[in-house]
């Protein structure tokens, strides 16, 4: 095996994702063009452009084009992306069921942006999270190094069980802020993500198949609980595909929930994305401060780590669940998830929903400092004050 | 970790400095980020970038409200904005402008620990026949702060622009290098 010696480069989040598609020699991408979305496939086209790639570029007249043309390009057999965001990602909605269906293993970014009106292009991730039925896992980057990891551990990830994996970024605090990404050396790339071995393919003309035909009700039952299963089944394949990449690069994603100090804390912060480098600098500063505080960094939101949330649950008195997003006529998402996920169990930490930084509110370190002592303050009472808090809220 | 804000005018390429700031402190082997304010951003509206470097990784991902340097690159900017809100006690401001040390003073709300100013707007129309002065205002936070080396700095600029574009780029901030006056204060 070649000694790994990564590349350390400075870029933003977008170029991360551009850099990852082209080491995972990408054969296909279309996509249509949308803030904060942009410069990803900018940068591919530029790749083109100079040579250094023979990914083929389909441009397109919009997303649900977009998607159309990346299935069409996956049921050949090809290895194929594209990339969104918020209104884009919602007009493709229709189309993300036809890959998923279709047991596509497609690898888009979307890069969480407000949905309008109001008109904002700034972070929120409800647009991704109200795909969350279509389908598709979604892994959540914290920062560029994990938007570059993301995109290719979720090829591998894609192709082995055939389901379309969503790497998430935050818009503008990923997609256009500037930091040290470690690349992994081609050749290195080429062992970890070897060329996909289609099951089926259109173009295999001695083995003919049809995609997306009808499926009477004596069928379509079995095709759900096959899409089904897959997820579950996903869950061991992302913690195999985590510990490889991790073992040799160096950076461990065998967890699907990434957890610091919650053996002995009181209460953790739990929630997706960009924010919890934030939460995880604040966590250092409240524990030199005697706070029993940890955090649980949810990676992969679909298939939705149940397990490893028990773990934590079990061993913690209180979640306080951060979440930029919401479902109107209910709560935050993820905090819905969890609590979800928790019923029955037995496990009864007591749970609270932050709902922060949506449409690019800045979440900072005195926020996560004031929703600690608010969650110091429930655990010691035992009274929770109310369950779903709209923590930044003009008064 | 020291924290740098830009502030400029849409077209000035504060985001560009922010930028080839960070690279340069990467080259020195310093953690980086950079980033603009995430705004709208229009051609002379005010605008702002940031720069964060550290001996480890920085995983804070928020805007900067406490600065340990804050760098101008319009003078105009110092009557409209309040370019030293937040600026942490024994700050550095670095000002693009022709004014005197006490003209500039005056227009400060707060009295930073260090005043460093340099007229690169002449420099850059001098070397660059344009008045675009991200690359010489870096000479200047180079020459006032030492949180990177000048041959660092002409360095990222030439890996941002190449050519002969990237030479002058890196002429003006070697100007703008020698130009500076710092003031201990």
Not at chain 1, 269 to 275: E, V
Not at chain 1, 297 to 320: N, S, T, Y
């Amino acid at each position: 095996m070649v000694e790994y010696k990564p590349i350390r480069k400075v870029v933003s989040g977008n170029y991360a994702a551009a850099y990852a598609v082209k080491h995972a020699r990408v054969q296909v991408v279309a996509a249509y063009p949308i803030t904060p979305q942009t410069s990803i496939i900018e940068k591919i086209a530029e790749f083109i452009a100079n040579g250094e790639t023979d990914i083929q570029y389909v441009p397109v007249e919009s997303e649900h084009s977009a998607m159309a043309a990346t299935i069409g390009a996956s049921a050949t057999g090809a290895r194929a992306f594209t990339a969104t965001a918020a209104q884009g990602l919602a007009l493709m909605h229709e189309m993300l069921h036809w890959a998923s269906g279709a047991r596509l293993p497609i690898v888009m970014v979307d890069v969480n942006r407000a949905m309008a009106p109001p008109w904002s292009v700034w972070d929120d991730q409800t647009d991704s999270l109200a795909q969350r039925d279509t389908g598709w896992m979604q892994f959540y980057a914290e920062n560029n190094q994990e938007v570059y990891d993301g995109v290719l551990m979720a090829f591998k990830v894609a192709e082995t069980v055939n389901v379309p994996v969503m790497v998430v970024e935050s818009a503008f605090i990923l997609s256009h802020t500037y930091d040290v990404v470690e690349m992994i050396p081609q050749e290195l790339v080429d062992e970890f993500l070897p060329p996909r071995k289609p099951l089926y393919t259109l173009t295999d003309f001695d083995n003919p198949i049809s995609v997306g035909a009808l499926a009477t009700p004596a069928d379509y039952y079995e095709f759900r609980y096959k899409l089904a299963k897959a997820h579950e089944d996903a869950k061991k394949v992302i913690k195999e595909v985590g510990k490889e990449f991790g073992e040799r690069f160096g950076r461990d994603y065998s967890d699907m929930i990434e957890k610091g100090h919650v053996d002995d804390a009181d209460f953790v912060f739990m929630g997706l994305g960009s924010l919890m480098g934030t939460v995880k600098e604040a966590v250092d500063l409240l524990r030199s401060e005697g706070y029993k505080v940890g955090y649980a960094k949810v990676r992969w939101f679909r298939p939705f780590p149940r397990e490893e949330l028990l773990e934590i649950a079990e061993k913690v008195k209180g979640i306080a669940v951060l979440d930029r997003n919401f479902s109107f006529g209910q709560e935050g998402i993820l905090f819905n998830e969890a609590k979800g996920a928790l019923y029955g169990t037995g496990a009864r930490p007591i749970m609270k929903n932050y709902i922060v930084g949506l449409g690019g509110r800045d979440f900072t370190v005195r926020d996560v400092r004031a929703i600690a002592e608010n969650m110091k303050e429930i655990i010691e009472s035992g009274k929770l004050d109310r369950e779903v808090e709209w923590f930044h809220l003009k008064r | 970790m020291i924290e740098v804000r830009f502030h400029g005018r849409g077209g000035q390429g504060a985001v560009t400095a922010a930028n080839i700031l960070a690279s340069s402190a990467f080259k020195e082997g310093k953690y980086v980020q950079a980033f603009p304010f995430f705004g709208v951003e229009r051609r002379g509206a005010p605008v702002t970038a940031f720069t964060r470097i550290d001996d480890k990784p920085i995983r804070i991902k928020t805007q900067i409200y406490e600065p340990d340097i804050v760098v101008v690159l319009d003078p105009s900017l110092l009557e409209t904005v309040d370019v030293t809100a937040g600026l942490k006690d024994g700050g550095t401001v670095i000002v693009n402008t022709e004014k005197s040390k006490d003209e500039v003073l005056k227009e400060l709300k707060k009295k930073p620990a260090k005043l460093a100013l340099v007229d690169a707007t002449t420099i850059a129309l001098e070397v660059l026949g344009l008045p675009i002065t991200n690359t010489a205002i870096l000479g200047a936070v180079a020459k006032a702060t030492g949180i990177v080396g000048l041959d660092y700095v002409k360095e990222a600029i030439k890996e941002t622009f190449s050519g002969a574009l990237g030479e002058k780029n890196a002429k003006a901030a070697e100007e703008a290098y020698n130009k500076t006056v710092v003031y201990e204060l």
